[in-house]
Nanobody
Framework: QVQLVESGGDLVQPGRSLRLSCAASVDLFRIDYMGWYRQAPGKERQLVASIRSGRSANYLGSVEGRFTIWRDDAKNTMYLQMDDLKPEDTAVYYC??????????WGQGTQVTVSS
């Protein structure tokens, strides 16, 4: 059973930074696709950033230049550095990976609230 555990969510003021972590129970050297998603109240879940093994990352337009995704396969952990946070970034953030058995696995989510 694959488990993903997100951490790092918090309440911060606009302009501040947060770093989210996603710890996986599987060897990330076996995993190609991983991504960070978010869901705000009353809205659909959306892709924020994704990264494939050995390839460049992709970002949602509204976060490009402010957010950075990377993975440390040796630590089985994926990260999302979020800088210059805005109130519209408020959401529950989820990590996802696509397992070699073609099943998507999700974490339980971590709350990010940006408010003055």
């Amino acid at each position: 059973q694959v488990q993903l555990v997100e951490s790092g969510g918090d309440l911060v003021q606009p302009g501040r930074s947060l770093r989210l972590s996603c710890a996986a129970s599987v060897d990330l050297f076996r995993i190609d696709y991983m991504g960070w998603y978010r869901q705000a109240p009353g809205k659909e879940r959306q892709l924020v950033a994704s990264i494939r093994s050995g390839r460049s990352a992709n970002y949602l337009g509204s976060v490009e230049g402010r957010f950075t995704i990377w993975r440390d396969d040796a630590k089985n952990t994926m990260y999302l550095q979020m800088d210059d946070l805005k109130p519209e970034d408020t959401a529950v953030y989820y990590c996802k990976l696509l397992h070699p058995d073609y099943i998507n696995y999700w974490g339980q989510g971590t709350q990010v609230t940006v408010s003055s």
